[in-house]
């Protein structure tokens, strides 16, 4: 680790016990270990289920994007690696670890550029239809409220840098070669890997049912959690938002928690659950504990990938 990047995970850090330490003064900590005690053991495996089930289907997404990409992986290679990456993600002060983890265990055999080209992909891919759904969601949404407003916006400028990087992989930069020329050799050179690479994230662009797939992942896999979370609501209290306006607040809250201000997005996570659901009728007590249950579950996905891991060594 560099010394710079060495300050920034430690200005993470800080960020993280900041906001933790925040909405630890604004909850009812009894009340949360109550809820997170009390929780049936069915709606636990139920939930868990969900979320194992989600990480295989986006590893299935991420397979097709290989497979578009000209790496024929097998399938269960491809779940392990990427259970292998979410272990990365959450345990290493990174979120982008995963991502860095699987083209290490794949570039060797299947060709670094190929496995780059699809990991990037299934990030904007993935990122951009988040963002999109979540701006349209709260577009919809019978609930407003100036917070929302300003998650719908966010939201909205993360849809458009992915639907603009999207336009760029397609159609190219019009010769960066040639325009970086004046710069030497060393800068051809490298604007041509970046051409190659260009043109390997651009293949499954150009097949159009692997994006309809892809997206049809997102999608199921996000409704399903909206799902979980109204379920968890309608234990907890007597009043449920209308499905519509979960939907929204549950993909905002997915794409927002990838800001890397904080470690693995820890505190952010929950600090944007707490806000976020707010205007929604749901108590913050309530929020958080449905953040804390999917990062549970997120834990448990990691200590699978851990032990893929160290069979794989």
């Not at 992986?73 to 990427?82: E, W």
């Not at 292998?84 to 550029?113: E, H």
């Not at 209290?237 to 890397?260: K, W």
Request: net charge positive; glycine share 8%; charged share 10%.
């Amino acid at each position: 680790m560099t010394v710079r990047s060495g300050y920034w995970v430690a200005g993470q850090a800080v960020v993280t016990i900041v906001l933790l330490a925040l909405l630890a003064r604004t909850l009812d900590l009894g009340a949360l270990r109550r809820l997170l005690t009390g929780l049936p053991a069915s709606f636990y495996f139920l939930s868990l289920g969900v979320v194992l089930a989600g990480q295989v289907a986006y590893a299935w997404r991420w397979r097709l994007l290989l497979q578009a990409a000209g790496a024929q992986v097998p399938f269960t290679q491809v779940v392990r690696q990427y259970f292998v990456g979410i272990f990365v993600n959450n345990f290493l002060p990174s979120t982008v670890g995963g991502d860095v983890a699987k083209v290490y265990y794949l570039g060797d055999r299947y060709g670094y550029r190929t496995v780059t080209a699809s990991v990037a992909m299934d990030r904007v891919l993935g990122v951009g239809l988040l963002a999109a759904l979540a701006s349209a969601g709260l577009a919809m949404s019978p609930i407003s409220a100036p917070r929302l407003t300003v998650a719908q916006i966010a939201c909205s400028a993360i849809a458009i840098a992915a639907a603009g990087m999207l336009v760029v992989t397609s159609v190219g930069t019009g010769g960066l070669a040639n325009r970086v020329s004046w710069l030497g050799e060393r800068a051809v050179k490298l604007a041509g890997g970046l051409q190659r690479l260009r043109l390997d994230m651009a293949a499954p662009l150009g097949r159009p049912a692997v994006v309809v797939q892809a997206a049809a992942v997102v999608i199921g896999y996000t409704l399903a959690v909206a799902v979980v979370y109204m379920r968890f609501v309608s234990v907890e209290q007597t009043t449920v938002p209308p499905f519509v306006a979960m939907f929204a607040v549950v993909t905002a809250t997915a794409v927002l928690s990838n800001v890397p201000v904080s470690l693995n997005g820890l505190g952010l996570r929950e600090q944007l659950h707490a806000s976020l659901l707010a205007p929604l009728g749901i108590a913050p007590e309530i929020a958080v504990a449905i953040s804390l249950l999917f990062y549970a579950h997120l834990v448990v996905a990691s200590l699978i990938g851990l032990a893929f891991w160290l069979r794989a060594r």
